[in-house]
């Protein structure tokens, strides 16, 4: 057992009062840090350029899960006109195929051909994960980077449950992208150095995560969208920090988490018609796709983001990388930063998700792990 993971539950055995929900001065700079980024983001962001060039990618093959609206789209467009060889993972495979063909004719005369290709992945059905990942791996290819961008946010909806059990915005944000990213680590160590880029969001800031009712039933809280979208952001930022922990450094996996800014995307479509107007109302505040892609193309392609993560796992530092929407590091919340959790959170997930405790280690060493779901059912 990692010696953090050891010292996180010495803490937490000596520890009294369980903690159950964030402290309000916790809470309080949680949400300014929210209305920081979204008043000043124009202007921290200011020194980048749009579209963000980017290094060299001909070599890279890149999977964006999510990749047919938004920032998604964004940067799977641009990653392939770049030059990578870039797999749209989708719930529309019509959608992301009427892309590609429209890519394709605005490209034309501009160089080769792009070599894009669409996989079906619906991150509602944990099945659906483990085909992709099976999918993949039997290709015995490499994969460099893996973008988990698909998310929802179900503004003011009822709470809604997968048919896998879980609530919704807890698997599609955090549950089916971790399954993926360590069913997809046969291909990441392939394709080593590679790295797992989570799309998380500022409002992990407000966001905590209870391990004993991930699904918000207890009655212990209120179900609110904003909760269900918050505690499945944190949960993102504290099982990727576990699993870099997990990742030796020969490995050469890093696994980072990214603030994309406040952007004008589909993620709004939940919003009453009122809330929508006023959202049109404020374009200066609120990035382009484009410029919400940039902080995750700078992690997917910079060639410095590995040595910083390894850094951080060297000075034994308790939450993954942190890339805000300036692409620049940045810390993650104070809770994220709460060890004893994200070892809880991390043997939940995997418990949800239907991995074996010893799953990743298996996989380093080249073994095969058998998963709940998919067609390699135990
Ligand atoms: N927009 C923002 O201000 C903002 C801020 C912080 C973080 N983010 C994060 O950025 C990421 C991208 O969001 P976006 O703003 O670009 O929103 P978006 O336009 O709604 O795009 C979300 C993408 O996720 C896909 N998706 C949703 N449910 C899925 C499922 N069950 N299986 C597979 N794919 C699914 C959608 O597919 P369809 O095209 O088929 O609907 C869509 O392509 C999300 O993780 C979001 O939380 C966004």
């Known amino acids: ?9 010495k803490n ?6 369980k903690k159950d929900a964030l402290g309000w001065m916790e809470w309080l ?5 929210v209305i920081y980024e979204m008043l000043f983001q124009r202007i921290l962001a200011s020194h980048l350029q749009n579209p963000l060039p980017l290094p060299p990618v001909n070599d890279l093959t890149c999977i964006v899960t999510g990749s047919t609206s938004g920032i998604g789209r964004e940067i799977a467009r641009q990653l392939a006109e770049s030059g990578a060889h870039v797999v749209m993972a989708v719930r529309n495979t019509k ?3 009427e892309l590609i063909q429209k890519w394709q004719e605005e490209w034309s005369g501009r160089g080769l051909p792009l070599n894009v290709e669409v996989m079906e992945l619906d991150l509602l059905s944990l099945d659906s994960v483990a085909r992709f990942a099976e999918a993949w791996n039997a290709r015995l290819g490499p994969l460099h980077v893996l973008i988990n961008n698909a998310g929802i946010f179900s503004i003011g909806e ?3 449950f997968s048919k896998d059990g879980y609530e919704e915005h807890m698997q599609v ?19 080593s150095p590679s790295r797992i880029v989570n799309l998380n969001s500022v409002m992990h800031y407000v966001g905590f995560v209870d391990t004993e009712d991930m699904n918000v039933v207890s009655g212990k809280r209120k179900y609110t969208s904003l909760f269900g979208y918050s505690s499945s952001k944190l949960a993102q930022v504290m099982f990727s920090s576990v699993l870099q922990k997990r990742l030796p450094a020969e490995a050469g996996i890093n696994v980072l988490c990214v603030s994309p800014g406040i952007v004008h995307t589909n993620v709004a479509r939940d919003l009453s018609r009122v809330v929508q107007a006023a959202y049109h109302l404020i374009p200066y505040f609120i990035f382009s796709p484009q410029e919400g892609s940039r902080s995750t193309l700078f992690s997917a392609t910079d060639p410095q983001i590995p040595e910083y993560c390894e850094l951080l796992k060297a000075d034994d530092w308790p939450v993954c990388a942190f890339i805000s929407q300036e692409c620049r590091p940045t810390n993650a919340s104070e809770e994220a930063h709460n060890i004893e959790t ?18 990743v280690e298996r996989f380093l060493e080249g073994d095969e792990v058998k998963c709940r779901y998919g067609a390699q059912q135990v």
């Open 173 to 191: 944000n955090h549950l089916a992208p971790a399954l993926l990213s360590v069913l997809l680590l046969p291909s990441l160590i392939r394709g």
């Open 29 to 33: 700079r949680g949400w300014l840090y």
């Open 342 to 359: 994200s070892y809880k959170v991390w043997e939940k997930t995997l418990e949800m998700t239907g991995l074996p405790s010893y799953a």
């Open 158 to 160: 009822p709470q809604r």
């Open 1 to 9: 057992m990692p010696e953090a993971e050891v010292e996180a539950k």
């Open 95 to 97: 959608a992301a195929q």
């Open 12 to 17: 937490g055995s000596s520890r009294k009062k």
